[in-house]
């Protein structure tokens, strides 16, 4: 009986389990397959939808010298990514940097400020950079190289990749802290700028790190100052808390729920 039981289970085995596992196998190697076809054609379709071949390389200008480079995307961006943000974050968000720094690229390449080069080195004016050799000697020595293939990595892994909007790169701007909450640019900068892909969200998780608040002090006599310099006559009686009060909120304070708002 026990012999029928061993045989009964081994043909159980041999027939269903076995050729189960097999199918399961093959179907899920067949879907990773599915996901890199997936993901190669997307990044072919990006290129082509984008004409991304004719950013392969790009003219920057450096603005200690105003000498004019020509240099591959690419390559540039290992400069920039590895300028913006630690090597030591997480992978993907060192991916996501790399995105962000193309998408920006690629809309200065398409509304350019400098008459001769397509982006320049200062992190003010267009986006920062960072030379490898200086990378390289600001980290310690024995992380140069894992940290430089991680830059790599995030850069490659992602080759092709932009962010657009109604078909164009958008205006990719981004913070290392936010405060809780995004402002519309048209707040920060004033004018017309008014980009519907920018919305006012919230940024849960920030309140942990630097920049989440900044506090600054001036004297009565440096915030009339101050205050001149756009309102000529303006004048102020400190005395008077009505003189200085706060009139209106941006949409972003109605996200807001911390106390420094509040006062
Ligand atoms: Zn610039």
């Known amino acids: 009986m026990k012999k029928i039981i061993i045989y009964l289970l081994s043909f159980i085995i041999i027939c269903f389990i076995i050729p189960a596992l097999l199918t399961k196998q093959n179907i899920s190697s067949g879907a990773d397959i599915n996901e890199t076809d997936k993901e190669s054609k997307h990044i ?52 996501a940097q790399a995105v962000v720094a193309r998408t920006y690229t690629i809309y200065k390449v ?3 400020k400098h008459e001769n080069a397509d982006i320049c080195d200062n ?11 200086d ?8 992380k140069r190289q894992s940290n430089w293939e991680k830059i790599q990595k995030a850069v490659y892994e992602t080759s092709g990749k932009i962010i657009t909007y109604d078909n164009k790169p958008i205006n990719a701007f981004f913070h290392s802290n936010s405060g809780g909450t995004t402002e519309l640019p048209v707040n920060v900068w004033g004018g ?5 892909y920018l919305q006012v969200v919230e940024t849960s998780g920030e309140d942990g790190y630097t920049q989440y608040s900044s506090e600054v002090e001036f004297t009565n006599e440096e915030l009339l100052e101050k205050l001149r310099g756009t309102y000529q006559d303006i004048t ?27 006062s």
């Open 44 to 95: 072919e379709e990006n290129i082509k939808e984008y004409n991304y071949n004719k950013y392969g390389t790009i003219k920057l200008l450096h603005q200690d010298t105003g000498n004019v480079e020509e240099v591959k995307l690419d390559e540039y961006l290992c400069n920039v990514v590895s300028g913006e943000m630690p090597a030591d974050f997480d992978i993907e968000a060192l991916k």
């Open 110 to 112: 398409q509304n350019k």
């Open 123 to 133: 992190s003010s004016c267009c986006q920062a950079w960072i030379s490898k050799e």
């Open 135 to 142: 990378r390289l000697n600001k980290w310690d020595e024995g």
């Open 192 to 196: 017309g700028t008014d980009l519907p």
């Open 236 to 262: 102020i009686d400190f005395n008077n808390n009505e003189d200085i009060k706060i009139l209106e909120y941006t949409n972003s304070r109605k996200s807001k729920n911390s106390e420094i708002w509040k």
